[in-house]
Every structure is written in structure tokens, then in C-alpha cells.
């Protein structure tokens, strides 16, 4: 069903998804960016050197599965104006995050929708919290 | 708690070289597998994901340009100053989109340094540094506004 105005309301869910950083997975994200940060790769050096408890998954990384959580759930339907995240706390190869989100509002008359959306660790703590703004179809 | 000085502060308003990229259908899927994107349209490489911008105009560096952090020798002296604080962290952005972007785009970006405040950590002092980049056409058309937090810790 398509994402319009007509089919959302205050207070709905976006999907919610988990994800698992892996060492290649981080690999392959730093290489496409190119980021040699050794914080990403080196596991001796984020620990020993930075004060690390692993290798930290990228902030950015985190903002793009943010991001996902709401062209996923747009699916090709209306348009992303604008979207924001703050990385607030450190997360780490080996922890499960799952990315979701909810309607916090809806200006019918122009269209817009805003969007809470959150990345939270295994203990429900939120590591990156963000918004977005699109804009749907009546 | 003073780790900014007039000196550093200065240095506000100031800007990078404009950098330019061509955006390849290559580098697009490269970047959508690796965030194992979801929609036919970025895994194709017919689009790219709102994210895809995240240092797209950073510095190609080899292993000789880095520190011993990994970092570009002049990660701390882009846009800015050089600072009493020097090891890095992604604190968050905010992205304004203009329109899609995709392969064959020709962009133009241009980091500004827009602000620099100090707060004290959990771990002790952070600079935030928030820089502006804006990314046009050749023709001046906007394509997206972002403001980047970096934390020196």
C-alpha cells in the first residue's frame, strides 16, 4: 500500500530492523567512504590507544541505517526533505542495534511529516537519536 | 576551562578549496552494499542513498598522508585550526535535500567552518566543531546542505 497522507497517522511505527556491525561488514562501509580511521579496523589500537571496548561502529554508519529506516519504509512514495542525527554514545562490533521510528506529526495541509527515529543498543539505550522530514501525497 | 582561544575562533567564516567529484554508478553500489540498502534504486546505482554524501569531498589519502590514528595528517587543520584537542569522533549531521543524486552528476562541494564551542565530557573536555558543506552543479544548481558536528576529545 502506497505511504500517503491519507494512510498514516500521529503516533505509528516505523518498521523496526536490527543490525549487526561485522568486521567485514565495517570493512566494507570505511573502504566504500574511504575512512582509514583505525578505530573501525584496529582492534588493538581502539583499545589500547583511544580507550575503546572494541572496535566502534562508525557514527556515520549508524546516521545511514537511520536513514534507512525511513526511505525503507517510504519505499519510492514521497519525498525526504531533510533528516538529522546525533551520535550520542559509542557503539561496538559485537552489539545487535535495531533502527525504528514514529510519526510525531503531520501538517496536512502542506504535507509534511515529521519523524522521530532512533538507533537503540541491546540495553534500550539510545545511541543516535534523529529526525527527518518528508513530505507525502494526499 | 578555556581550550579555544581568539586565535582558534577566528578562524569561524572561513572555508575550504571547493572540491569537485563525478559521481560513478560504481561508487553508488559500492556504498549501497555496503550499507545493505534495501531499494532497487540504490542498489542498482540508478540513485544514490541521502547518506551516500558522507565524505565525498574528504581527501583521498594514502598511507603515507595518515597519522598514527589513521586520520588525514590535516584532518585537524581543515576549515579551522589547529586544535588543542586532536582525536576525532562523528558527532552527527543535519541534511537538507535539494535533489537526488546520481550517476554522471558532476557536484561541487564547499566546507565552511561554521561554529566551534567547548563542553565538558563524561571523559573530560570535547570542542565541537560543526562545519558546513554545501554541494552544488557546475551550474550553481543546489543539490544538498549538510552541517557536520565532529567532537575533539
Known amino acids: 500500500m502506497p505511504v500517503t497522507l491519507k494512510s498514516i497517522k500521529v503516533g505509528d511505527e516505523l518498521p523496526r530492523r536490527e543490525h549487526e556491525a561485522s568486521n567485514v561488514s565495517l570493512f566494507l562501509y570505511n573502504a566504500a ?27 556515520p554508519l549508524q546516521g545511514d541505517w537511520l536513514c534507512q529506516a525511513v526511505t525503507n519504509w517510504l519505499g519510492g512514495d514521497g519525498e525526504l526533505l531533510s533528516f538529522s542525527y546525533s551520535n550520542r554514545l559509542a557503539a561496538y562490533l559485537g552489539e545487535t542495534l535495531t533502527s525504528g521510528g514514529r510519526i510525531a506529526g503531520v501538517d496536512p495541509d502542506s504535507g509534511r511529516v515529521e519523524l522521530d527515529l532512533y538507533i537503540e543498543n541491546e540495553t534500550g539505550e539510545v545511541t543516535t537519536p534523529g529526525r527527518a522530514t518528508v513530505v507525502l501525497a494526499p | 576551562m578555556t581550550l579555544l582561544t581568539e586565535e582558534h575562533l577566528a578562524w569561524i567564516g572561513t572555508s575550504d578549496e571547493p572540491v569537485t567529484v563525478e559521481v560513478s554508478r560504481r561508487d553508488i553500489q559500492k556504498y549501497a552494499r555496503a550499507t545493505e540498502q534495501q531499494l532497487q534504486e540504490y542498489l542498482s546505482g540508478d540513485e544514490a542513498p541521502p547518506m551516500f554524501v558522507f565524505n565525498l569531498f574528504g581527501e583521498v589519502c594514502g598511507p603515507g598522508d595518515l597519522r ?35 550517476p554522471g552528476d558532476v557536484l561541487i562541494g564547499v566546507r565552511t567552518l561554521v561554529e566551534m564551542f567547548e563542553k565538558e565530557g563524561r571523559s573530560g573536555p570535547l570542542i565541537f566543531i560543526r562545519r558546513e558543506l554545501a554541494i552544488t552543479t557546475a551550474d550553481g544548481e543546489c543539490v544538498m546542505e549538510e552541517i557536520q558536528t565532529a567532537i575533539a576529545r
Open chain 1, 33 to 59: 567512504v574511504w575512512n582509514p580511521h583505525r578505530i573501525h579496523y584496529d582492534d588493538v589500537y581502539a583499545r589500547e590507544q583511544e580507550g575503546y571496548s572494541a572496535l566502534v561502529i562508525d557514527g
Open chain 2, 68 to 102: 598514527h590514528d589513521g586520520l588525514s595528517r590535516s584532518a585537524d587543520t581543515h576549515s579551522g585550526p589547529r586544535l588543542p584537542l586532536n582525536r576525532y569522533m562523528a558527532g552527527g549531521t543535519e541534511l537538507r535535500f535539494h535533489r537526488p543524486i546520481r
